[in-house]
């Protein structure tokens, strides 16, 4: 059942790759697994410094869903998600977060601020990381390969 | 200088409240202190879990100076900036961010994260806390004191 949002994530960070935006992609689904909506990077694009896959992503599905609060909802992401996204993640009470590789740079769940594990964070996801960690991390390597070529 | 853009973030605040929301204020300004743009929280209002006062501030930014990159510019914002609104911040490549009330149970600059403080920083703004402190903290008191009642 994780296999096909994540499938769609990595696809929607290859649209992004496209678009030279820093390829992550993210899906958010219900808790029966019906897809409510899915993003990309658009920093650029959008010239938004807050424009991550999971906030654009965040933002559509409380459109959708009618509430600030997402309850039951799962996000798929290519990347382990930064600080800021995390914590947009607790606060939109996210239920699960399934994430692709590892941001040891930038990432803000098992790295840096690990924002999960703060005593400031009053709604903690259940995270499970590594899923299509091989090919998330490819797109980026690829990507970045290129913009210095 | 500062005085100008908080008592206007003060006032967003109060505006905020009267929308029902919780009492946040911001205001973005150029390094010659030129008003940007600004924002209140309008979490309710957009059922928006990331419509934090800051980000709605930035993003507007973003759109008015045509790039993700908000080099030089100051934030002003009536509460300590959560973990979200802080990692926003560094992205943003704010220099300046002055607050004015310390959110122990939620910030994520003073407390919790203490994301400019972590090695997955890549920005580091210039932090002034403290201003118009207790006018700040008095809205906030004054909005969850009528909720309850």
Same mark, same amino acid.
């Given at each position: ?11 929607? @960070?290859?649209?992004?790759? %496209? &678009? !030279?935006?820093?390829? $992550? ?7 029966? #697994? ?8 658009r ?12 906030i ?29 996204? @995390?914590g947009?993640?607790? %606060? &939109? !009470?996210?239920?699960? $977060?399934y994430?692709g590789?590892?941001?040891?740079? #930038? ?29 998330s ?13």
């Open positions: 059942m994780v296999d096909s949002p994540m499938l769609r994530a990595l696809e929607l @960070a290859k649209q992004a790759a %496209l &678009a !030279r935006e820093v390829p $992550v992609g993210a899906v958010i689904v219900s808790s029966d #697994g019906a897809v409510i909506c899915e993003a990309h990077n920093i650029v694009e959008l010239k938004d410094p807050t424009a991550h896959a999971e654009l992503a965040i933002r559509e599905a409380g459109e959708i869903l009618g509430s600030e609060r997402l309850m039951g909802c799962h996000l798929y992401v290519t990347l382990e998600p930064c600080t800021m996204c @995390a947009a993640i607790s %606060l &939109a !009470r996210l239920a699960r $977060v994430f590789c590892l941001d040891p740079k #930038g990432g803000g769940v098992e790295h840096g601020a690990c924002f999960f594990d703060q005593p400031t964070c009053h709604h903690k996801p259940d995270v499970y990381g590594g899923l299509y960690e091989e090919e991390a490819q797109l980026l390597k690829d990507f970045f390969a290129d913009k210095r070529g």
